[in-house]
């Protein structure tokens, strides 16, 4: 038996393990508390919304755990089955250049995944999220959804990734990882740049915030910051789902603020604007700054340790590959990185928990009350249905923003509400 695949296979087994374990909790957790409002909540949420919540939550939570296991011998029997060496032969007898064979095989690949995973999808958006009344997308949204996210990925990763093979193919073979994080972090720039613009508009409609107070104070706000904004949009969230959001894209000259029309209408003015302010603050702070030096040293890393796996026969060998070659490195390294760096997902969890707290403060701060962002943040938990009784262990493990109680408190702590 092939050392690397043991490993990995200890590693999965741990990660799917702990995953169920933590998962089981939290749905337990929850359970012990569906009688009981939190106390905080109480003239904020009815029994109903309330039941509502758990419902959703556990029901979400279990359907995680089927997926996970359904895909587990159907992720071992294509390892062990052979199956990737054997597209690999199909695919080599066709004789084109390594670089046209290597995109061909990944995109062989990533369909047979795709196929996989779209009955999930398709139940998770027409059963779940419909039966909880969040969902709006037709079958016909969704797929043609589906059709242009796929066409976006064979028109930015097909020339990303076929630069990538020809740099660990050519005579750049000792530095490709250099070459390939240079041009990664490069598109990465480019396309966070240009994203509100010519993204986005591919699957929403952006519409100008019309003139009018929200406006006024919007842009009140972000000179009394100094934050530098282009453009103030709403966005029609709601022909997908009624869950709602605001986010800041896009960089420079092209930054805009996108409202979902969900939010816009949930929100009072106050409420609204403290939120930004949140938004802001991740800019101020330099949140997005820290998030893309991690991201893109987190890649490096990456993409280094994969030089050194690519001259190993037993990399290949775990999968069954009888060549070795920069595909086949590629795709064994994207179907088990993830369970090697699993456990430490919890160091980026904590590092972004920071972050929110730091921006619910710069938003106290600004609007000089915490009453708002306590109050919308109430808001948006509720309008999501959003769990209230997390298991403390899951919420650590995975939560990327500190539960909602945990911010509303840290949020009325008085030397946050202190008026500057
Ligand atoms: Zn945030």
Known sequence: MNSFLVLFATFYSAQHLLDSWLTGLNIAHVRRHQDTIPPYFRDKIDGAAYGKSIAYTIEKARFGLVVSWLQIP???????????????????????????????????VAAVFLAISVPFGLYSTFVIEQKYGFNRMTFQLWLFDLLKSVLLSIVIGGPVLAAMLWFMDSHLRGVWWLYTWTLLSLVQIFIAAVFPVFLLPLFNKLTPLED????????GLARKINFR????????????????????AGLGKLRR????????????????????AHEMG????KHVRTGLIVSSATSLAGLYVLSLLVHQPWFYGAFQFTHPSAHAAVLIFMKTAGSFTHFFSPLMSILSRKHEYEADRFA?????????????????????????TPHPWYSFFYYSHPTVMERIRALEKPDVAKVP
């Open 74 to 108: 159907i992720f071992w029997y294509l390892i062990l089955s052979g199956f990737y060496g054997k597209v690999d032969l199909t695919i080599r007898s066709l004789e084109y250049g390594p670089v046209i064979t290597g995109l061909a095989y990944l995109a062989s």
């Open 212 to 219: 009018g107070h929200l406006k006024q104070e919007i842009l």
């Open 229 to 248: 904004l282009s453009g103030i949009y709403t966005m029609d969230g709601s022909k997908r789902s009624t869950h709602s959001n605001a986010f800041f």
């Open 257 to 276: 603020i996108v409202l979902f029309d969900t939010l816009v209408k949930s929100l009072t003015e106050l409420e609204l604007l403290a939120v930004l």
């Open 282 to 285: 991740h800019n101020v702070k």
């Open 364 to 388: 106290v701060e600004v609007m000089a009350q915490p009453q708002p962002m306590i109050e919308g943040l109430a808001k948006l938990t509720r309008d999501n249905l959003a769990n209230l």
